[in-house]
């Protein structure tokens, strides 16, 4: 389902708030002056579309941060912690809790939608996540091709931003007094049309601003990293060991990479027992820390932080082009937002294209 | 989902994130891109700080027992109300009052709860029970910093603000993990260094910091003030004094200067085991360049000379003049997230709000006329005094909030005695401990995310909590239980808000003066001093005079620890923490991540020490001192020198607060957790594994 | 009638575990026991898969099937108590539950086996996985050659499945038992199973090898075989790692550019080598 459509600037708060009344809508809003983050609209328009990156990253709308999966509430007996007693079981007993909200996402930046398109190879294909797929089919994402660029992002480079060609459900450019609204999924129609009264055909004019405001957002990025040169140099062995050592001696553990990233998919599971029954929870974890792979007894495989670095690069670079056809970086710049090691991947990237440069020159 | 900035709840960085909230549950945590401190990133138990929230251990109701001594019947808790639980602490503190004076009874305040918390329980034990028996876990850190600095400088805080960091051009930290104890300072630092500073790190282990030092300096344990001393020394030697600063705006250099002779860096040398060049070295690097920053923390307070330390290092910036500007300061890194508030609040047994000293009869006088009551004139017990007391059955009740003194105190046998001979004992907190334990009553506290309220981080930042949720179960924030409990003591708390005794605060606090609720809602909160509704804080201190008006040189000499390792206790033992554990784990003990992160306690120890006792990574050791023994893991790494092992304070099993040594500085009674002697042995042989001779595996190719 | 194991297909949720009755527990050795599990519904499984086993309120880990699939549906689970979840499945009893999600992972290839000599090495609890093996070859000994069993614990009294061990002789299987450290009653082998290639009368060359242990002992022991001459895509390990999810998403087990949940647990020298599974 494609289409094109004028959406008058007056007219989107209206159509937001119909779109509410049947779903919760998250947008970018700026908290009391300080950060924007995207949490449910309570005024519309309150809502600031020309904003800076969000962190973490509306990964958290679909695979949130801490999940509650089950819930086995055991027919007889008190609980005791660590064991069930001897509770005879029926399938009743155990309940999914997996969240069944309807949700519109507004103001989603390129780069995020860009990175749904793997997320949903990953957890849908093979094995269906079924937390991730009831949450990703109820929720419907209306992107805005980026006008203000952060210092930070890179998608330019990797032809997952400031706009796209498909994979949105609704992308809106900002043409002044006007968006230009293309339409890029089956949901996405259904939402438009719902609403057809609101929406004109574009004109030849229409279409003139909005390569307009394509070619000024693309001139206003800083950086443009080519990832596939950093995997080419990764593939020939060209960066040694030590250059990933220096690297793991600047992390801190923190784990931010990982949570902010939108293409970061690990998890913990466990169990906590509450006196109404026991909920078996995810959470977001990350390879960036020893105990992510300790076996039984203790043993930690990946106990050198150099290994755990090294294996963030090669799984984004190297191994999720393989599995799943894409890199593992849309571009996003949060990791360089949030690495206090200034070892995200943009700064490795422009290091070690400065690595080769010297070595050529030599 | 609803989205609430709010402060860490970890360390005293004091980081802004947002707290996710969704249907009434918190489901989540992300930085705050724009706040000073942090600026969009954090530290692993900052990114987990939302999981402990509703873990299901909370305390959710009051708990009661009959008698903690008597039958299985009786020893158990049940649950009771609020009016029933409040109605009987207030009876029997009542009594104990009556019967045993004031006294007799000893308060633990809190340096996780928020100012407002604090102020409200010294108000609680001054006014209402009319004892300064009040104390908190700074004595165990920071008491030397707060007594040391008062006294040279007149105001015991980081003198500059985090935010400066990143453009100084050199930075001395002596006894401090930064990296991994305030990481987001440490992120600061590593900014600094990537923009050109030099970094010089005094440590015996070989820390993450360490390793981005530019020079390390790897001085014996307990030997701080030797090394101090001779780098100024050295200062003095190579004319690089400030002499201008040194006659302006100090006093008492000459005396100061007739003890330094004494420490050439070629005797400090010997005392330290520091290369006398080196230390050359650094007092002209450190002198030379005028954005110089010094920090310290727990490695140069926890020790029975912790005062002499922290006098040392005033000393140190006082001769360089490197204090009083921006970039260049001298800066205590405070532990806990609000333990600079918690001191900044009174929650000490000298002074009241804005350390106003109980023994100055005008201070004293303002506090009655507020407070409608008369105040005691002496000084209260410190907490380990009244551990000490309570062993000796003088003291008969406490009220502890927020603290787990069962993990954190050192000599931990002596304490747990010392809880067991109270007469009644009330536990406040989040979680169940060690501590409550031993308690009559159990009062659940509401987490920092259930409450508003007021954290003041390591360089004076204090910011307004959001309150997310509303409390778990049937708890509630601290300030509602010690107000609801006074009233029930005859003493009226009437407070609507935090907001409420904020203000009250700011009206008997000078440094607090303008600092009020609606002000800290824009932007990210206010730096103390702030005198008045009109001041916007201030960034860095001692700008053109000291808080005291002039600084003073306090004469130091080195002293070696209280127990140096002999024949017997061949090992110093040093403790300290690790990075995914925080304090004694009653909230990171409930985060998977953390948890499983560092699972077991563990003693750090070097490979040449393993290899002559026979002890192998990973292997089970005994440790041993005068007061206790433990059984750990053996973790044998080169961050360990020779000499010294290293157990983190953080484990219930295996607490190494069994072996530490209560000795304690004389003014500031802080604990030497940092030294004590120690003997390590292997528990188990290493088992040789008899081995066929190897096969040749050639011979066996051709057949 | 076998129903292959998706279980609650109402609503298609992978993370839902199947409960398992026990009904026999067998104290096989101080901290080993072996459970029979049975579900509503019989599963089929194969050698080398594992499953998915919960105590609620303690959590989930991955156990090999340690038997081969029979009518009545009972799985054979094979479990050393090394820590919390361990723990809370030997402190159950008959009759009360587990949960059980799987069969997970892609299991022993078999057909490699056919015609050919067979070498079995394990290494402690690494008995578990490879004894459906032992039982497949031994119900079918037509199929493969010479079937030698190298099996190391650290002392004699840490032999799982001791019994059995004298009736897979008896079956035929050539057994070579070796313990680290031995005692009075012990009169056999001591030492490490790689210092005994010379008892495996067999032509390398041609053989086909399976190995589950401690992973230097895997590590050790392929080489060995590697360098014994055995193609390298014949030397077949099944390897440990952490597991949350067992579906290849949660990302601890990850290896290399693999997932051990859903490429492994089972996996050829050549692959380890090419795709520098072990490191
Ligand atoms: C494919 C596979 C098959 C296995 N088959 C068997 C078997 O047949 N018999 C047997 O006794 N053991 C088997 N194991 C090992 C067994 O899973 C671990 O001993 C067990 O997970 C330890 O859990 P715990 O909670 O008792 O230990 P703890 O040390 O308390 O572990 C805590 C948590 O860490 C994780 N964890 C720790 N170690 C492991 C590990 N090695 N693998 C996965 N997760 C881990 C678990 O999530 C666990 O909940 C197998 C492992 C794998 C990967
Ligand atoms: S790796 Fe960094 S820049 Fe790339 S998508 Fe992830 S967070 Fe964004
Ligand atoms: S954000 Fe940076 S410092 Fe933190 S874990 Fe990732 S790489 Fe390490
Ligand atoms: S550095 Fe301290 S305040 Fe900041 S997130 Fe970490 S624990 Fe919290
Ligand atoms: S166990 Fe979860 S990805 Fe393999």
Redesign the pocket.
Known sequence: MKGEFILDRNHLSYWLRQMRKSRELIGPLMDGGKDIVFKSVDKIHELVLDCPASLPSPKEFLFPQYESMLRFTPLHLPLTKGGQGGVSLSEKAIEDLSDKTKRVIFGVRSCDISALSLMDKFYIEGHKDPYYARRRENTLFISIVCNNPDPTCFCIGLGTGPYLEKGFDIQMTDLGDRYFVQIGSHEGAKTVKAMSFLFRRPQKTDYEDQYEVFLSSKARFHKRINLEGIRQMILEEKVKDDFWQWVAGRCFECGGCVYDCPLCTCFTVTDRTYSEGIERVRLWDTCMFKGFT?????VLPNEKMVKRTKRWYYHKLIYYPESLGGFGCVGCGRCTITCPGKIDMASIAARLKGLVLNEEEE | MNKILTVCPYCGCGCGLYLHVENGQIVGVSPSRSHPVNMGSLCVKGWNAHEFIAHPDRLKYPLIRKNRRGSPENRRFSGVSWDEALNLVAAILDEIKKKHGPDSIGILSSAKCTNEENYLMMKFARAVLGTNNIDHCARLCHSSTVGGLAAAFGSGAMTNSISEIADAKVLFVIGSNTTEQHPMIGMHMLEAVDRGATLIVADPRRTKIAEFAHIHLRQKSGTDVALLMGIMNAIVNEGLVDVDFVRRRTENFDTFEETLRRYSPDIVEGITGVKAGDIRRVARIYAMEKRSMLFYAMGITQHITGVDNVRACANLVMLTGHIGLPMSGLNPLRGQNNVQGACDMGGLPNVYSGYQTVTDPGARKKFEMAWRRRLPEKPGLTLMEMMDRAYEGKLKAMYIMGENPLISDPDLTHVREALERLEFLVVQDIFPNETSEYADVILPASSYAEKDGTFTNTERRVQLLGKAIEPVGESRPDWEIISDLSSRMGYTMNYRGTYEIMEEIALLTPSYGGILHHRLQEGFGLQWPCHDINHSGTQYLHRKKFARGLGTFITVDFVPPDEPPDDEYPFLLTTGRVYFRYHTGTMCGRTAVLEREEPESFVEINPDDAERLGIRNRSMVKVSSRRGAIELKAYVTNRTPLGIVFIPFHFRDAAANILTNPATDPSAKIPEYKVCAVKVEPLVRPQKVKRVPSVDLEALRIT | MKGNLKNNKKNGNIYIPLNGRIEEIIQLTSDVRLFKAKTEIPIDYKPGQ?FMISVWGS??????V?SLPEKNGMPE????K??????AIHSLQTGQFVGLRGPY?NGFPMDISKGRDVVIVAGG?GI??LRPLIQQFIKKPNETGKVTLLYGSRTPDEIIFRDEVEDWKKSGITVVLTVDKGNDNWNGNIGLVTGFWPEVRTNFKNAVAYICGPEVMIKAAMRDLFFLGMPDDRIIT?L?????CGVGKCGH?YAGPKY?CTDG?VFSYKEIKEQSILK
Do not use: D
């Open positions: 300790r076996m039984a007894g203790g | 594992f959590g989930e880990i991955p156990i090999s340690t689970l094979c479990i050393r090394t820590g919390v979840v361990t723990t992972g609890i578990a996985p099944t440990e790692s952490h597991m949350k087990c051990i647990p």
